[in-house]
DNA sequence: CTGTTAGCGCCTTCAA
DNA sequence: TTGAAGGCGCTAACAG
């Protein structure tokens, strides 16, 4: 008899307790019921080990207490906090929560947010932006009425939509501010083509801050690696860091200062210009982006960006539910509603991998030493 | 007109198409149709943007086509890998996932898999072993006929249930082969009372493996952190191997090498030691577990039990939907099911921080240099 | 091959 | 406060 058993239903427990199904669903949502009744239908639901139903009472237009989160793919580190974060909040409001994992494929995000609309999630959380190749899903979600939450990488558009902005452009003014005061003005940028929202964002922020002063940043100063392997692994984030270093620190001229991506790819960077024979920070500064494990492990340990995940996680999940009221009770008019948009901030965390600019750095002919 | 939208039902497409409800029923699940009739329907239902509802597809039997994964904390540091071959391997399966984490909660164990059993789930994994105080979610759960898979840190009673062992004991066996060859007899151990399930077992293994060595490790030389914060994070870890360091490295009595329940431990163990004075490999040996990115980054990198958690993820979700279609089939009387297990092993890495038995070892009266 | 009928488990009028 | 009846969207018998 280990067979899938017969589910208890509202009518066995009203024939256990002597009433109509009527009564015992009126004590399921605790309305117009005697105290007395109420007691004796208890014991029955509980003689027999009766649940409700999920399924049948959304068929007659319950909420499911379902949410979905839709998560781009590793790329951005700090993802698994978002998630812990969202997953906590929701389960604190009573929510179920889906998670799908897209690994960058849009089409993914398209075909994943009609398999959650078909199970009639009562909202869904986008941790990442819309960038073009995204909006099909979540346009496919918005006209099937169900309530959306973004993650935005900037301010821009954060309007339109419930959203929830990592502001990069703070994020790297911080970096900027932090490193100019340092002296230095050859600053250099490290990303990888699979930080697809993250990596352009962040360096037009520190493009801009640095313009602010009256300074820039070359092309030559650049460096995106343009791994994108399927399935891609921490590992190589930090061999991206490492071609970074190889890229920018072994020409004459090169930067004294250089932001990454994200730590992974800076501590990457840290190894190899060590190798190279470059001190950290005399030689070079470093500043890493997400405030990971690794940062504070690396020697010397590293300068970053903290990203709070978790509670970014939680807040997509506080300003999906906000908006998911915003719309039940009815007076959204489409393009006139106000949305929430709260904005995270990731605040600078000064470590031992950033210090002053070298003295000759203009002269940039300082020669390789052994670590 | 942003109110959610009345839903596109079966028998809109009907009236539109020209047919019977049940032909178009008949055409989604595409049975017994001709295939003129099926080209109307499909036209119809493209022109409406139909799509059948899973909730009243499950309400008539059908599977709903969501599996739930319960995770018991971050404490086991390759979770996030878990979670994503769970996710992956689900997807590919056409399965949605529930995740949910509990923070070492045994009562939200319970609360949770109730949850998702009311939605109906099709399978249940639980990525942790059953310790007593989880068997109340896992019993429920099976008691609703909700097939189920577990991970287990031991063979033992790993044939009661589709489960996926991650293998302890051979890791551990590894670890002290390992370290056995570089000359060490006087080994500890370091962990953390957050490590519930992997940390004892851990510590059993490497006793076992060290004592059919003809050796042992005193209580002296096993440290076991008390943190459980609410909230733990990455940090608090770091700094348990820190205080570990410093607890079994001040006396003149001290092991030659140790074992950390996780890389987070063993990094922060490294760390304090080399602030101690000591030099690693030179005197004292580290060996990691999890294989994380902070492994490879450390100096010296990591010698490490790499654990292949998306490959495990991946299992645990294989296993369940095997133990599902077993299920289904209905040749299952209770005890007598044979389950699938499949055996996971932690592979040794070999790095840095593992080396030959310091000489003058058993004297251990070594001074402390500067780093 | 297609249409008719009945009902999954629950909720919501409406009447008692 | 309680009961009886109808129906949410879909499917499984049947009948045609």
Redesign the pocket.
């Known amino acids: 008899m280990n067979q899938r058993r017969?589910?208890?239903?509202?009518?066995?427990?009203?024939r256990e307790s002597?009433?109509?199904?009527?009564?015992?669903?009126?004590?399921?949502?605790d309305?117009?019921?005697?105290p007395?009744?109420?007691a004796i239908v208890a014991a029955a639901a509980a003689r027999l080990g009766?649940?409700?139903?999920g399924?049948?009472?959304s068929?007659?237009?319950?909420p499911t207490s379902i949410l979905g989160l839709i998560v781009p793919s590793v790329t951005n580190h700090s993802m698994p906090a978002i998630v812990r974060g969202a997953e906590d909040r929701a389960s604190e409001a009573g929510y179920l929560l889906f998670v799908s994992n897209i690994d960058r494929d849009w089409e993914k995000a398209l075909e994943h947010t009609l398999a959650m609309v078909d199970h009639d999630v009562d909202g869904l959380a986008y941790a990442f932006s819309v960038s073009t190749p995204a909006d099909p899903a979540i346009k496919a979600a918005r006209e099937a009425g169900v309530p959306v939450s973004l993650l935005l990488p900037s301010r821009a558009g954060s309007d339109q939509v419930a959203s929830v902005v990592l502001d990069n452009a703070s994020a790297m003014e911080d970096a900027a501010a932090h490193l100019w005061e340092l002296g230095h003005r050859r600053i250099g940028y490290v990303s990888m083509t699979a930080s697809t929202n993250s990596g352009p964002e962040r360096l037009a922020s520190l493009r801009l801050a640095l313009r602010a002063r009256g300074s820039d940043i070359p092309d030559k100063f650049v460096y995106i690696d343009d791994v994108s392997p399927p399935r891609f692994t921490d590992y190589e984030a930090i061999e991206c860091g490492r071609r970074g270093a190889a890229f920018l620190l072994s020409k004459p001229d090169r930067p004294t200062a250089i932001c990454a991506v994200t730590d992974l790819l800076a501590v990457g960077f840290l190894q190899a210009a060590r190798e190279l024979g470059f001190r950290v920070p005399e030689d070079v500064s470093i500043v890493g982006f997400d405030d990971l494990a690794v940062a504070r492990v690396a020697s010397p340990p590293l300068t970053t960006l903290a990203v709070p995940g978790y509670a970014l996680g939680q807040t997509l999940i506080d300003v999906l539910l906000e908006a998911a009221r915003a719309d039940g009770s009815g007076h959204g008019v489409g393009s006139g509603t106000p949305h929430t948009t709260h904005v995270v901030s990731a605040t600078l965390v000064a470590r031992g991998s950033t210090g002053p600019v070298p003295e000759r750095a203009h002269n940039a002919r300082r020669g390789r030493r052994r670590p």
């Open positions: 017969r589910r208890v239903t509202i009518k066995d427990v009203a002597g009433v109509s199904p009527a009564t015992v669903s009126n004590w399921i949502n309305r117009r019921i005697s007395a009744t109420s009766y649940r409700p139903s399924l049948a009472r068929m007659r237009g319950h």
